[in-house]
């Protein structure tokens, strides 16, 4: 019997290894593939059934006999996954083949539609591939929401022999792991995308940049890489196309910072993960100065369906000028938590308490902090506000990299605010003041408002230092950092008294 | 003059045609494309305020503070970052900017002590500037919070102190040591508020890579960096523009003084040579001048072995003339002589070289350049057409290859070594050729293409070898050969020669074949190629052949006569240039005329009033061979040690003792004036009043910060002389000297400190053709017409290595040093390099049973000597070295009479030595052994 | 130390330049680089070399020794 047994490392730390070599010492033939993102339910175990594939979970060793003895008449059996209504309800094309394939088998890949967008981008010109992309609305996952198309614009326009696309994956917002699971279940997709983008600006080189944290991740795409360059995805004359392009997976050294794309080409440089200003751009002046593609994994990895699909299909989806799908990561105190890929447009409150089902602790949600921790805080009075890049900016809030973090009503928001503060003294790269030195005198000062001391003055001092933060930061590090101080403030002032 | 603040714009220039025009507060101003705001606001009178920003350095927008508002654009974009745009409107205060300002200030100060009244940098401050600037009046945080006031103050650096409690973190150090300096020693450490300036690897500054340049003190806006002599004397509060008295590159300096009192030396931004930058040795060692050793009385005494006695100067100068003019009547005119000074002004060299010619009678006049760049002299004036390098140093950042040889810039050049070395960090290719591995062949972000370890003595086989491969593999520029050159059929027939061939030479240079032609190829055809050398060209047998065929390649592929390109000696000696310019080698008057031209002498004799002998006279070897000899025996020494410096010291020592005057002029009683008869004490850099020529022709001011501690001015002595001799020597001012160079030197006829002092400086020629001068030489002709091609055969040196001398040695700098040490030594850069020590390689240092750190014995055919080993494996196996910046060292104990055929210059870089472990030693002994053996 | 008189020394140096050259072309390079560069009395005692110990002349340094002694005796 073919059983999955998810191979992704959110599944490895709830047991899924020990679970996986069960089925095997049962005589199963186990297949790792990557997680559903049903989180909740990992280990999420598959088996292979006439009528499809059915799920279970959560599995530990010891249900392991008894589910292939008992089949789908077993209490963790989830029924076929197909039907699963959490699933349904998705749109899925990032996370198209994640949970169903073998993340590291080129055929399966294949087989189920990859390396369509890439033979798609290569039948056309190079200008061509940037205009859909551009047409498709896709923008930036990572946080700014800038129009991919355009960038890749700039660095085609740009003259350079030597250009690259670089990957960013150091993915450290609390509370997202999109990136690593697609990372983890189905690198290809990266891959193909990245090369896609070569394609597309006339690069020869790529990185991935990893954050250290992921270390299964790393493994997974370093040997995935290794498999498309003796397929002819990666290397020369790609896929007789003609196409040079190789590609190569750098690991971070544990700064938060070298999420941003400047402090990322520093780090890949070999240098201390510092931000540079902008101007120049990375698209004109990027890794060791010259034109380079920075985007996000997940974005890399909308860049096939795109492709293959086509501009119009994917700007079918979506609202207003936020177009196609976003992966969504429920987390915090939800209970259920895990990946969510829909067109954008759902509402905060469908994916929190809908799918999400409020929190794990049942009790209510208090607040809700999209976007990682410079994200702000939503209270429960707008949870009707569509996931939209715009909708959110008008709520003062962002959408980032679609991390969604639950906490219920026992959460100290002065406590929170004060973490933002804090983080960002902990995670600052120290270049500009008033992020390196701001941060610090805003723990500070949030400690005398709590401690009462001059609470009128105080408060007056931290706005100013937030509209200093927002304002005069070198980068979006200080710059959002008062984002979940102000929006604390506003929604929960009570808690600073 | 008070104290010269030179204002900062906050970005570096951009260059170019394209412009740009913008309003900033409503002001109308152009600027050209790249432009910073930041710098175009400076331009049109409006300061915007700043503290990470200067304009040394690229932007790097961290501060804060020179936030911006721009018609039309969202937010407040740093103006130090963002260039301008045409038609942009930018305001630069508005009540939103001065909040911010403010803020950004407040937070500063919340970190910072509180202690500018007692603080070394009040009053030089940007940090103190900047809180009244934004009109700071209070600081809401308080100043309990987090800090880092009990940080601890380094001191470890002789010169300056880092007190990272006063540290704002603004990185200027950190990138003036990236990207002005280029050593790359210092960076940010740790992250967000505990970022904090590091020497390496969080060393203390002495224990790390540090060069000691100053640029990071020099870059520093707060007391954090800053001078050890302001912290101990205070602020300096008047500035004397002048020029730095070590290497060649001439760095303009601010001699900061108190009262009366040098403070410190400041490099000039608006330096022609360095532009702002400076080393270790012109930043910071300048206390010789003021040392305990420094003599300031004249002295006679009747022999060598008499105690000295002070005397006045009358006494003294009267006593020079009267026994100069007995050896004369004694020994005939031609027996006495003089030696000039590439030390000293031009206006100082030129009046010794008149006396001597003019007082004296006679032509022998040499000068200290002759045991170092005089077959430079003689190379490019027979390929060429004169005695000088052909570019500006501006030029190297136009190059795209750039080919060292036998130079060693990183310690000899410090300042232009960091222009070349931004150069190869933007991608320019470099080859050395050099039997060392010097620094440059792998620094921070530089690694040479090609390294071509040849044997020492092997230059011309090497170059030669370069320009068969041009020739036999068509890469000659035909079109410039054709219309610019001459004599190039004989030459190309004679390079083409298999001899010549890089298969062939290899066994001579051990450099292998494929490796040169690669190199060679790349020289001539990598775009704008240039040569920089040093006396490792020219201190030997062949240094005059080895100018000669650095000059046919260079003109073969068609690098001279444009930016970028060109053959350049870089100048041991602040004044090398200026004093062969001036008349001082014994065949020629000033600007490289031959003693022998009617008509040039007619000239001389016309404003003289003297007649002038037609025939060359004596350079220094031949005077010390005619002083033994008997038929030389009276010398008048210009500030040069010539018992330490010049080769064969027992030769030279014998030389010295055989005559019956011998005059020192120095600031020191140096190890010449061990054999002197009268001491004339000299007058530092920092008293003299003249001008200083440095390697690209530069004429810069030196002016005086202090009267002469002598009472006398040298070139006033050297007058007093000639006319107690009875010739009538007489100026007011050195402007008067240089006046009289200008009507008799047409390459310096539009030389005068008047334009010196408006134009900052000049290159010569400076002329009705050249009013401003020229920075690059031979554009559209060459000086003598069309180049020469002169075939350069290889003839290896006598000096060979034996089964006696089996090593070979050749010698060089270190950074903190300066050539015997004279002035070096009497600082504290001591603390870097207090001895001489012989690098040899582990392989040669076993086989001897030599260690680290052991005493060993340093023997050649003509003496002996000792010193400390280093093993190390910068030389061949084979080649060892050492610097001789120590008397006690010795190295010309044991360097031999070899000369460049052409023109005596000694050669220093190649001895056949023997290295031995130094078994027993005494005091006694060890003082016994520097004096020379028997030879064999 | 050789007892060799210095401009032996001097004038083989600057011969052994200029073996690549024809001989008489060769000795007048050398006597001319000797007049334009050597003090008198270095020259004279070129010529008392070239009188008492011709033995010690690289062959063409002893050609222009001789054109340059021919040279101050026509001039005399």
Redesign the interface.
Known sequence: MKVYVPGDSAARSVGADLVAKAFDAEGATVVRNGSRGMLWLEPFVETETERGRVGYGPVTPEAVAEILDQGEDHELCQGLVEELPWLRAQTRLCFARVGVTDPLSTTDYVAHGGLAGLRAALSKDPAEVVAEVTESGLRGRGGAGFPAGIKWKTVADTPGELKFVCCNADEGDSGTFADRMLMEGDPFTLIEGMTIAAHAVGATEGYIYIRSEYPDATRVLREAIRLARNENWLGTDILGSGLDFDLFVRVGAGAYICGEETSMLESLEGKRGMVRSKPPIPAITGLFGKPTVVNNVLTLASIPAILADGAEAYKNLGVERSRGTQVFQLAGNVARGGIFESAFGITLGELVNGFGGGTRTGRPVRAVQVGGPLGAYIPVSQMDLPMDYEAFAAAGAMLGHGGIVVFDDTVDMAAMARFAMEFCAEESCGKCTPCRVGSVRGVEVIDRIVAGQDPEGNLALLNDLCELMTDGSLCAMGGLTPNPVRSALLHFPEDFS | MSLLKEPDLGTPAKAGPATVSLEVDGLPVTVPEGTSILRAAALSGVDIPKLCATDSLE??????LC?VEIDGRR??P?S????VTEGMQVHTQTP?LE??RQ??ME??I??HPLDCLTCSANGDCELQDMSGAVGLRQV??GYE??NHLQQEKDTSNPYFDFDPSKC??C?RCVRACDEVQGTFAL??E??????KVAAGAGELFMDSECVSCGACVQACPTATLEEKSVVDLGMPSRSVLTTCAYCGVGCSFKAELRGDELVRMVPYKDGGANEGHSCVKGRFAFGYATHPDRRLNPMIRETIDDEWREVDWDTAIGYVAEKMREVQARHGI?AIGGITSSRCTNEEVYVVQKMVRAAFGN??VDTCARVCHSPTGYGLKQTFGTSAGTQDFRSVAKSDVIVVIGANPTDGHPVFASRMKRRLREGAKLIVIDPRRIDLVRTPHIEAAHHLQLAPGTNVAVVNAFAHVAVTEGLVDRSFVDERCEEFEEWAS?IALPENSPEATEEITGVPAAELRAAARLYATGGNSAIYYGLGVTEH??GS?MVMGMANLAMATGNIGREGVGVNPLRGQNNVQGSCDMGSF??ELSGYR?I?DDAVRTVFEDLWGRELLA?????I??MF??AIDG?FRALFVQGEDIAQSDPNTR?VTAALRAMDLVVVQDLFLNETAKFAHVFLPGTSFLEKDGTFTNAERRINRVRPVMAPKTGKHEWEIVCEIAQAMGYPMRYTHPREIMAEIAALTPTFAGVSFEKLDRLGSVQWPCNDKAPEGTPIMHVDGFVRGKGRFV?T?F?PT?ERSTRRFPLILTTGRILTQYNVGAQTRRTANVAWHHEDVLEIHPHDAEVRGIGDGDEVTLSSR?GETSLHARLSDRMPVGVVYTTFHFPVTGANVVTT?N?D????CPEYKVTAVQVGLKTSGTAVEHAERAIPAL?D | MSTESPQIRLANEIAAQFHHRPPDEAAAAIAAHIRQFWDPRMRADLEHQLATAPGAFDPLALAAARLLTAASNSAS
């Open positions: 932007p790097f927008g961290s501060c804060r936030l937010g407040t740093a130090c970052t963002t260039p939103r909040k911010l803020g950004v937070l500063y919340s970190d809401r945080y919070g987090e704002i973190a990185s960076t940010i740790g992250r967000g508020f505990e970022s031609g032509n022998n004679f047998s062949q052949t014994p065949h031959h022998s025939e060359p006279g004596l350079r070897p031949n061979d005619a038929s030769h075939p055969p003839v006598r003509v009479e000369s055929w052409a023109t005596n030879a």
